[in-house]
């Protein structure tokens, strides 16, 4: 099949529509990925994208990754549709449909000196708090804006307990 769009989201949102028609991917219609191809797609990363045969969403994880053999071999048939999206540079690239066997044994050579684009809220505080054990902190991990929303945050460390605390403040973006 092949798709004429020029961005992974674009040429993913065509996937899965046809997916939708074809019954393969009836709930959870808007979870393409998106995040993902927007600030962790880069030159060189290949990623693994199945939608899921009982039709609840989808699942992504680059394609050297081990987590990807959970994420095959919980589906009990081979009716899921599996593609192959290499990426080519920030959201662009292409895909392939590929079948759960070459998934498995799919793998190719990471570029080197891939800089993360971004970082998880865990590794700025471990950055800003020099020392402190992560694993022993209350923690919010993922947080995320709705439209015409600002997110405040309020981080401190208390001492004592060698624990960081993350408020969070949603407030109406006025200026949208």
Known sequence: MKILATS????????AKKAQENNVLTSYLT?????????????????LWILKNSGAGTWLCQANQEIKKLYLNDEPDDSSEIYLITATGINQGHITKIDKKDALSYRYNEPLGIIARRKFSSEVLSTIFCGINIKETLLYNEWRTNPGEIVLLKI???TSNKTIFVDLYRKKNMSV
């Open 31 to 47: 979870d393409i990925d998106k995040d993902v191809m927007l600030f962790d797609s880069q030159a060189g990363i290949n990623f």
């Open 8 to 15: 992974l989201v674009d040429q993913m949102t065509i996937i």
């Open 156 to 158: 401190w460390y208390e």
